[in-house]
């Protein structure tokens, strides 16, 4: 069955808890937190604190996708504020080895965050510290944009690499992803889908929720 992970970027943020509580009930698989801060890309949306304050109405894993610059920073904020899976962005660290030994270190699961346009190659040297991937198949910084053709190859390649290394590293997908096209995404490779606005912006969160999770079993 697929992983679905509702973003919260297209949550309605004056009633977040309500929000959370709602995919959590419809079989959410983890909750995907997204992090930015208007420099990294142009968008700002919340922190640390107010993760902590979610953690508080809900038992779904946090998975906390960070586009920001100086993530270094951050990593301890985080961890403290009870999240299980921290992806950082293979783009926006000069020393990727130490930051996933850092997330590591504070007893946190890893992911690296490849943009459009980042090769699959940035992953040769990592491979040991990685407990997932996440392939963008939008430009990060907003909710609700198309799905970028070109990533189906990409995720298919990344697939393929991750086989032959003999890695068992799940692959999640990021932006545009919806009832139309989500199990093609799954078809390539991907095994856990993040999706934001298809979820929040459909009449029932509940049902498109179930029929993604079931939408590989669909012939
Ligand atoms: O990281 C993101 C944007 O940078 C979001 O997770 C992503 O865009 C999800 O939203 P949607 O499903 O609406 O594309
Ligand atoms: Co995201």
């Known amino acids: 069955m697929i992983k679905v992970a509702p973003s919260i970027l297209s949550a309605d943020f004056a009633n977040m808890s309500l929000d959370v509580k709602t995919v959590e009930e419809a079989g959410a698989d983890m909750l995907h937190i997204d992090v930015m801060d208007g420099h990294f890309v142009p968008n700002i949306t ?4 107010v ?7 809900t038992d779904l894993v946090f998975d906390v996708h960070l586009m920001i610059d100086n993530p270094e920073q951050y990593i301890k904020d985080f961890a403290l504020a009870g999240v299980q899976i921290i992806t950082v962005h293979a783009e926006a660290s000069k020393h990727l080895h130490r930051l996933l030994q850092m997330i590591r270190n504070e007893g946190v699961k890893t992911g690296l965050a490849l943009n459009p346009a980042t090769p699959i190659s940035v992953l ?5 510290d990685l407990d997932m991937v996440l392939i963008m198949s939008v430009n990060p ?4 944009q198309k799905f970028i053709p070109a990533i189906y190859d990409k ?3 990344t697939r393929k690499y991750l086989s032959e290394k003999n890695r068992h590293i799940p692959i999640q997908v990021d932006g545009g992803i919806g009832l139309d096209n989500i199990k093609k995404v ?3 490779g991907a095994e856990i889908i993040v999706s934001g606005s298809a979820i929040f912006n459909s009449d029932s969160i509940k049902e498109t929720i179930w029929l993604m999770k079931k939408a590989d079993e669909v012939e």
């Open 124 to 128: 040769e040297h990592l491979l040991d």
């Open 46 to 49: 919340i922190g640390a604190p």
């Open 51 to 57: 993760v902590k304050s979610l953690r508080k109405v």
């Open 155 to 157: 995720i298919s390649l």
């Open 141 to 144: 910084g907003f909710g609700g």
């Open 186 to 188: 799954c078809d390539c």
